[in-house]
C-alpha cells in the first residue's frame, strides 16, 4: 500500500512544490534565493557581535510580555526603534 504522501501515478504534483528527483519547475525561486548568498550573509565576527549586544534572555523575555501587554508599538515608537524620524501622521 503507498504512504498518504505518495500521489498515484500520473498525478501532477501543485505547482512550486517539489519531487523527490529535485525542483518542480526550472525557475524554482529557492535557487534564486540561493545565488548570492555569501554576499548577504553575516561573517562570523558580526554576527557574535550582534548576538553580544542582544539583551540576556529574561530581559528579552520581560521586553516581549511588555509589548504584549501594552498591545505592540505605535508606528511612531516602531519607527523611533529603528532609528528613523518619521513626522507623525495626523
Known sequence: MAESSERPEGE???PGTTNKEGPASPHD???????????????????????AELPPPEEMERMYRELIEKGGLSSEEFFASLGLDVEPQP
Open 12 to 14: 501532477v504534483p501543485p
Open 29 to 51: 525561486p529557492r535557487e534564486a534565493l540561493k545565488r548570492g548568498l555569501e554576499h548577504t550573509r553575516l561573517s562570523p565576527e558580526l554576527k557574535a557581535q550582534v548576538l
